[in-house]
């Protein structure tokens, strides 16, 4: 296997754990907060995938951390340098366009391996858009429902196994297709 395969392997692979990690919590926050079950969940999760998979991305030259602060206001600070999408690369295509025009071999290992870091702000990001949209969630139920995934992914040690099974258990809702 070459290392631009390992790399979309690599990547691939941690996308499903940060799913789980994430929309795991947020099911679970959802639930706790708001009594959500089934329909809305479900709406919610795919609202969101739709988002992260066809609305942004290279083809459509926007990020999600992009599109959630166009949308609600929100900018997330995405690392903890506290920098937001439009000072890193890997978010900001005007940035990304005059960096890595054409693009190497080493270059899309590397960018494979920058934007695993920040799948689980690009998930919670989706999710915030999707809700806000779907649900008419406001900023600060947005904000609140952020912080409160944060603390349910620490309460599981980001346990996505058990996230997934604990969410499944309470709402009846599978994050992945069975």
Partial sequence: MNGVAKARRDFRNETFRQISIVYGAAEIALYRDYGWKDDRLMKAFEGANDIFM????????????????????????????GRSWKELAVFNYDILDKRYSHQTPAMQILMFKQEQKWLGVCLIAALLVSLYRNFDFDQDELLRLMNDVAE???????????????GKKLTGVAIFKE
């Fill in 54 to 81: 066809t609305e942004c991305g290279r083809e459509q030259r926007k990020s999600v951390p992009q599109l959630l602060e166009e949308v609600t206001g929100i900018n997330l600070k995405v690392d903890e340098n």
């Fill in 152 to 166: 349910i992914e620490m309460e599981y040690n980001l346990d996505g196994k058990r996230l997934e099974d604990d």
